[in-house]
């Protein structure tokens, strides 16, 4: 695991309360992860904080799984 | 009738707890943890202590939750348990939650106020508004438990739960519901807002013995100490409580409202609107001055309201104004602002069911300008109370009576 996904782990972990063996990658951040609408934005944001970019809120409602925002950020991030 | 009792408060984090600190004479004064207070002019306050919301919450719903809303739900939880409603609710639609709060989430505020002009309108937290509005708490109860009844909150400074208690107890004279889940909230202690209050000069600045720094009725008093916490209350109807036996601790029988129409933050020293709230509070329970043996007043140890509210006092019950009892447990919890009216009604019960009345503490130079009323100074005095007012009083010139009886079954 890189470190940019353990950071974005730790994020999901401590922004939606949830256990971390919960947090696979196909599991969707709504559906599986009790997030809602707000914690998704807060999510979203927790991100652009830490790695320091702006997600655009079109690209941001593309992320859904944990995947998605993995591939995303490394795809942002050039890692 | 009274039948479920929840307090968070800076004496102590239950009811017991809390009880045993007033008999005592605690003050709950200290300095200020919750943040650095060097900057400001008061630096201390009656902070709640040792409070961990995961005891009430899971972490998820802590987080979204500002500590006013938090001390809510982890009262409200007490009280539910001590009306053996622990495992849920009789009739959901038929119960409603009302919790007053003077300032809501202000913390959350002065954060999200912070990051908004630290790093942008992009960095505000999506649950800023959901944490900071006042009637969240309210909300959050009844998510937690179901109840569909009547619910918002009532914002009246310093006499909020005051007036949810009021309303809460005619919405079930009424029959627009069964049961209400009632009190106050209020987590003010925060840079922000105790730089408002000090530079009010409301606030006693005695940071070198902060507890002995409120003293109510005492001519040496010089403003009211910050306070924060929670109390809540179950009130339903009689044959709702019958119904599932439950305890009755005591009944709410009378509720005054007034205005000073007078000033924005002080009221007349005729005490007229004060009068008036607790006039027509005797007249709603059907009362007699003299029926009335004991008082907790609003008392807050500011210059002009003690004064206020002992002329009020003193003209309303003439001669019996000398038999009564008419203290400040504010002088030991400090001030809980929104919170404070709930947590008052619920010590009223406490002295009624108790036979003890928890005395004024630093009271040792009595103004004579209070009119020479008992506040029973400095000790608990033991005395079978059947009938109790309770005054609070708002920034705004709100007044709100409540008379509460002991229940004979």
């Given amino acids: 695991m890189s470190d940019l996904d353990e950071k974005v782990i730790n994020i999901i972990v401590e922004e939606l309360g949830v256990e971390r063996d919960k947090v696979a990658k196909d599991a969707s951040f709504m559906e599986d992860l009790g997030a809602d609408s707000l914690d998704t934005v807060e999510l979203v944001m927790a991100f652009e904080k830490e790695f320091d970019v702006d997600i655009p809120d079109e690209e941001a409602e593309k992320l859904r799984t944990v995947g998605d925002a993995l591939n995303y950020l490394h795809e942002k991030m050039g890692s | ?409």
Avoid at chain 2, 80 to 95: I, W
Avoid at chain 2, 143 to 171: D, I, W
Avoid at chain 2, 358 to 377: K, M
């Fill in chain 2, 1 to 409: 009738m009274v039948t479920g009792l929840g307090l968070i408060s800076p004496l102590g984090n239950t009811v017991e707890e809390t009880w045993e600190g007033l008999i005592a004479g605690r003050s709950g004064a200290a300095p200020i943890q919750r943040f650095d207070p060097a900057e400001l002019d008061v630096r201390f306050a009656c902070e709640v202590k040792n409070f961990d919301p995961t005891e009430h919450m899971d972490r998820k719903e802590a987080k979204r939750a500002d500590l006013f809303a938090q001390y809510a739900i982890a009262a409200a939880d007490q009280a539910l348990r001590s009306a053996g409603l622990g495992d849920g609710l009789v009739n959901p639609k038929r119960t409603g939650v009302l919790i007053g709060s003077g300032i809501g989430g202000i913390w959350t505020f002065e954060e999200q106020c912070k990051l908004y002009l630290q790093k942008g309108p992009r960095r505000v937290s999506p649950f800023f508004i959901p944490m900071f509005i006042p009637d969240m708490a309210s909300g959050l109860i009844s998510m937690r438990t179901g109840a569909q009844g009547p619910n918002y909150c009532t914002v009246s400074a310093c006499a909020s739960s005051a007036h949810a208690l009021g309303e809460a107890f005619k919405l079930i004279q009424s029959g627009a519901a069964d049961m209400m889940i009632t009190g106050g909230a209020e987590a003010a202690v925060t840079p922000l807002s105790i730089a408002g209050f000090s530079n009010m000069k409301a606030l006693s600045t005695r940071n070198d013995e902060p507890e002995k720094a409120c003293k109510p009725f005492d001519a040496d008093r010089d403003g009211f100490v910050m306070g924060d916490g929670a109390s809540v209350l179950i009130l339903e109807n009689l044959k709702s409580a019958l119904d599932r036996g439950a305890t009755i601790h005591g009944e709410i029988i009378g509720y005054g409202m007034s205005a000073d129409a007078y000033h924005m933050t002080q009221p007349p020293e005729s005490g007229e609107g004060a009068r008036l709230a607790m006039e027509v509070c005797l007249a709603d329970a059907e009362l007699s001055p003299n029926d009335v043996e004991y008082i907790n007043s609003h008392g807050t140890a500011t210059p002009h309201g003690d004064i206020a509210e002992s002329v009020a006092a003193k003209e309303l019950f003439g001669e019996h104004a000398q038999d009564l009892i008419m203290n400040s447990t504010k002088s030991m919890t400090g001030h809980l602002l929104g919170a404070a009216g709930g947590l008052e009604f619920t010590i009223c019960l406490l002295v009624m069911n108790n036979g003890i009345i928890p005395p004024t503490i630093n009271n040792h130079n009595p103004d004579p300008l209070c009119c020479g009323l008992n506040c029973a100074p400095n000790v608990a005095v033991e005395r079978d109370v059947s009938v109790s007012l309770t005054n609070s009083f708002g920034f705004g010139g709100h007044n709100v009576s409540l008379a509460v009886r002991k229940f004979e079954g």
